[in-house]
């Protein structure tokens, strides 16, 4: 191999039976005569070692298994950057009748193309080759959004280029094995939006030296395997300094699986959406509503969750199970009607943060209600109800079992079919004997039973 094709190859990037690489040798590697290339491949188990054989380092690569040597006859280098130019806009040379001429409409105005119906919508993915040298400020202004989505940049090489994009507002990273290795100081100052996800090397301490974004708005990490996110610097009911604009946060894809990790949310000052999905504590089964539930009780500035917004009486209903759901608890850990009597411990104050402040909102709970409690969990549990019709002269009373995710126009279904009444007549409430007195509408056909914190015991009250 010459040195004129060695100091071409390098950097170059090739295809070897399907899969993708970039050159970074091209020599002898002895024993073995003949010429080598030493490629790094875009998936590192696809590799063999880190780029050195027998104790000689012939190149370098971010992944221990992610270099492989290659005869220069099995690599396909692809088509050179003007020849793709031209096959893919046919700017070939010849007659001007020769190109394929056609009119398209871009906003109202009529376009003359030439060779348009060849392109195909396909997106690169380059691994880019970042200069030395720092990119000059201020090089892009202008530049307001950047996409470097699964290029092998590094973080070093972001924030150098960062310094070119002095007005950038979103950035995205997506699939780079980046690793955060400090804090962005003079750069990164105005990016609203930074997409980190599939970035498997980020853990919360990177996370730290991000969290200092003055306008950082929305931060994606899903798919990076994170766990666990603490704020050091903010108590229990404080909030942090930490990400101080972050409104919009997507952890999808992720390993949490403790209730702190939503504890800790709640210590974001501006978080106000949040997406979690596919998550250990989340996944998309039955109890999918009870996790939600938990997260809004978890999570008190929060207005939107998985992309559906939190209405008030979601709201007041999640805080409400939270608070009857974990009341014993709340007890033997020292909780008391009496805010002067509270003694409450460490541990319950760490576990629950929030629920000292629903027992301000919505009071303490009640004797009664710590002896009916039902399993936060069990959403799905058969509650025996008795039926009354307040304004018929035949008051016998029925007792039905029903599940108490029946929504209330099911429950009404199973009424006028029971009655030969039609749904539209019916009108439902219920009181507890707890409470006796105390008639709750049932006016949301599309709520459930266990909504409205119907319970076993209940007498549901029919009309039409």
């Known amino acids: 191999m010459s040195d004129t094709l060695t100091a071409d190859v390098i950097g170059q990037r090739v295809e070897v039976n399907g899969e993708h690489a970039t050159v970074r040798f091209a020599g002898v590697v002895p024993p073995v005569a003949g010429p080598w290339l030493g490629v790094e491949w875009d998936n590192p188990e696809r590799g063999k070692h880190d780029g050195s054989h027998e104790g000689t380092v012939y190149f370098q690569c971010r992944h221990p298994t992610g270099g492989s040597f290659i005869r220069p006859n099995k690599v396909n280098f692809g088509t050179d950057f003007l020849t793709a130019i031209k096959n893919r806009y046919v700017l070939e040379d010849g007659p001007e009748e020769d190109r394929k001429e056609q009119i398209v409409t871009i906003g109202n105005k009529p376009v003359e193309t030439i060779g348009f119906d060849s392109i195909m919508k396909q997106q690169s993915e380059n691994k880019l080759k970042f200069p030395s040298g720092s990119v000059l400020t201020g090089t892009l202004s202008a530049l307001k959004v950047l996409v470097l989505n699964q290029t092998g940049i590094t973080w070093a090489e972001v ?72 704020f050091p610097d903010a108590g229990i009911g404080c909030k942090t300094s930490l990400f101080p604009s972050l409104k919009y946060l997507v952890v999808n894809d992720n390993q949490i699986s403790q209730w702190s990790f939503f504890n800790e949310l709640d210590k974001l000052p501006s978080l106000r959406a949040l997406s979690c999905l596919r998550n250990p504590l989340t996944k998309e089964d039955k109890e999918a509503e009870t996790a939600r539930l938990l997260i809004i009780a978890s999570i008190g500035q929060l207005k939107t969750l998985n992309k559906c917004e939190i209405l008030p009486e979601e709201r007041r209903r999640a805080e409400l199970d939270y608070r009857k759901a974990f009341g014993n608890e709340w007890k033997q850990a020292g909780g008391h009607k009496d805010p002067d009597k509270n003694r409450l411990s460490e541990e319950f104050l760490t576990a629950h943060p929030r629920y000292q402040f629903l027992c301000l909102k919505y009071g303490a709970p009640e004797e009664w209600e710590l002896k009916t409690q039902q399993p936060l969990m069990l959403k799905n549990q058969l509650l025996t109800l008795k039926i009354k019709y307040p304004h018929q002269l035949d008051q016998k009373v029925l007792e039905k079992q029903l599940p108490g995710s029946m929504t209330i126009q099911k429950v009404k279904g199973l009424l006028s079919r029971l009655l030969k009444v039609p749904v539209s007549d019916l009108l439902l409430s219920y009181e507890s004997p707890q409470k006796p007195g105390v008639e709750i509408e049932l006016e949301n056909d599309l709520k459930s039973l266990q909504f409205y914190s119907v319970e076993n015991g209940d007498c549901l009250l029919v009309r039409w």
């Open 159 to 230: 924030l150098r280029c960062a310094m070119g994009c002095p007005g950038l507002e979103e950035l995205y990273l997506e699939s780079n094995n980046i690793f955060i290795s400090e804090r962005p100081t003079d750069v990164l100052q105005t990016v609203k939006l930074l997409d980190l996800s599939s970035n498997q090397l980020i853990d919360e301490n990177q996370l730290y030296l991000i969290a200092h974004l003055p306008r950082l708005e929305q931060l994606i990490l899903s798919d990076i395997g994170i766990s666990s996110l603490h």
